[in-house]
């Protein structure tokens, strides 16, 4: 069965940096995998995601330039790297995942695509 989980929220200052990290297991099958993010009464939104070859990313136009996303592939482990956040980046971000076609670039911004979600972690961003 497959397994999502995210780790490495926290509270980080503006402007400063900080990385989350996620794992997708139970299948030999390497998975495209996303980012989305639920912000203080907002609906979940698109932050970025990555093919499940590691090689092609998307971005949201609101984080483009400060998040990385990159993947480990043969272990399906994904980071984001959150640089120069801003208290608008507050809020749930969740990981996804979707067994290796689909998923990201093709599927990009939408959600649906990926059966595999984690529990959300907290990232809270002070002025």
């Known amino acids: 069965q497959v397994q999502v989980a995210e780790s490495g929220g926290g509270l980080v200052q503006a402007g400063e940096s900080l990385r989350l990290s996620c794992t997708a297991s139970?299948?030999?099958?390497?998975?495209?995998m996303g980012w989305f993010r639920q912000l203080p009464g907002k609906e979940r939104e698109a932050v970025a995601c990555?093919?499940?070859?590691?090689?092609?990313?998307k971005y949201a136009d609101s984080v483009k330039g400060r998040f990385t996303i990159s993947k480990e592939v043969y272990r399906n482990i994904m980071y984001l790297q959150l640089d120069s956040v801003k208290p608008e980046d507050t809020g749930i971000y969740y990981c996804?995942?979707?067994?290796?076609?689909?998923?990201?670039?093709?599927?990009?911004?939408?959600?649906?695509?990926?059966?595999?979600w984690g529990q959300g972690t907290q990232v809270t961003v002070s002025s």
């Open positions: 996804a995942a979707k067994d290796r076609y689909g998923g990201c670039p093709a599927s990009w911004p939408a959600s649906d695509k990926y059966e595999y």
């Open positions: 990555v093919s499940y070859q590691g090689s092609v990313t």
């Open positions: 139970g299948l030999t099958f390497d998975y495209a």
